[in-house]
């Protein structure tokens, strides 16, 4: 079974710009989450999905969002960039509602740049 | 409150036990992870333990978990240099809407030959 994809791997954008990031779980999968990761911060959860439905969001600004498709594949979007959202952002699967099991399954990651 | 803390580093020496202890808050979570992330790649899934068990025991993993102290351990049998890595602890947050990981901040793990 293949695992969760990201793309892109990569991205370069300047400081204003916006980005948008794809994500592609586990087949089966119906939960998918983002987490950004940063050398100062750390792993911190952004927001997880469900059919379809955000169900729970992080402490970050309303410049970052997101959205799922009815695939279960899942978008998040930051706008106006800035510096310190420089990370590395992690899309992770799940088979299972959170009531039962947890586990969840990480993509690659897309790491963004921002200058 | 939600906090996760594990210590940063660990060095041991090829063959030996590797073990990497962590701590959390929430009385409450369900389940507790332990995730291994190798450099510039994702977070891998090493194994995971249900909160009303003691021990779980997978290969050369063992995970024992102390809930009364909040405390959580992965040890790693005849450490490899393969095993050299990142290695993060998390526990499970659950609400009535949804779920979260909170992670510590990663002990990164140093096998010497």
């Known amino acids: 079974k293949a695992g969760v994809t990201q793309t892109p791997r990569y991205l370069i954008k300047t400081r204003g710009q916006q980005v948008t990031l794809s994500c592609s779980p586990i087949s089966g999968h119906r939960s998918v989450s983002w987490y950004q990761q940063t050398p100062g911060q750390g792993l911190q959860f952004l927001f997880e999905?469900?059919?379809?439905?955000?169900?729970n969001k992080g402490n970050f600004p309303g410049r970052f969002s997101g959205r799922q498709f009815s695939n279960s594949r899942s978008e998040m979007n930051v706008s106006t960039l800035e510096l310190g959202d420089s990370a590395l952002y992690l899309c992770a699967s799940s088979p299972r509602s959170p009531r039962i099991s947890y586990e969840q399954y990480f993509g690659p990651g897309t790491r963004l740049t921002v200058t | 409150g939600e906090d996760v803390e594990q210590s940063l580093f660990l060095s041991v020496r090829e063959g030996d036990s590797s073990v990497i202890n962590c701590t959390y808050t929430d009385s409450s979570s369900t389940y507790l992870y332990w995730y291994k992330q190798e450099p510039g790649a994702g977070l891998q899934l090493l194994t995971y333990i249900f909160s009303n068990m003691d021990m779980k025991q997978d290969q050369r993993l063992t995970v024992l978990l102390n809930k009364k102290d909040k405390h959580l351990s992965l040890r790693i049998a005849d450490t490899q240099t393969g095993d050299s890595a990142i290695y993060f602890c998390a526990e499970s947050i659950v609400g009535n809407q949804g779920g979260k990981l909170i992670f510590g901040q990663g002990t990164e793990l140093s096998v010497k030959p």
């Open positions: 999905y469900f059919s379809e439905t955000q169900r």
